[in-house]
């Protein structure tokens, strides 16, 4: 029957903190929330929180308006459905081909522009 060693404090390449720091601290805890500078007041980062806040409401409402225009132009959700899903096949599949034709450039030691004419693809494309 195999038997699993035993970890401990001694076992050697089974360290878990870094050499020199001890287990109850790696160092000082940092928030992602940015803390004022010695410079700025409480009052800076609200204003610049504020002002994210306004610019997201004002994205939106640009958002909706177009949503609104497409409607009114006769569009529909649905239909944009059916339209979306073959390009993102479409978009796979050009993926894929991409990635041939890099491959095969890399054996003949050519770029892949040099093989869009051999395969009367369109280099814009």
Excluded: W
Excluded at 5 to 10: M, T
Excluded at 35 to 63: C, H, N, V, Y
């Amino acid at each position: 029957m195999l038997q699993t060693p035993k970890r401990g404090p001694g076992t050697p390449g089974l360290r878990r903190t870094q050499p020199g720091l001890s287990k109850t601290c790696r160092g000082a805890f940092q928030s992602p929330q940015p803390s004022p500078t010695s410079g700025q007041a409480d009052g800076t980062i609200e204003d610049s929180q504020q002002l994210d806040f306004q610019k997201l409401k004002e994205k939106r409402d640009m958002l909706d308006k177009e949503i609104s225009q497409f409607i009114s132009e006769g569009y529909n959700v649905e239909e944009l459905k059916d339209h979306i899903a073959p390009l993102h096949e479409y978009n796979d599949i050009k993926d894929v081909g991409q990635m041939l034709l890099g491959k095969l450039a890399v054996i003949r030691g050519v770029t892949t522009k040099e093989l869009y004419p051999e395969f009367d693809l369109d280099v814009d494309d």
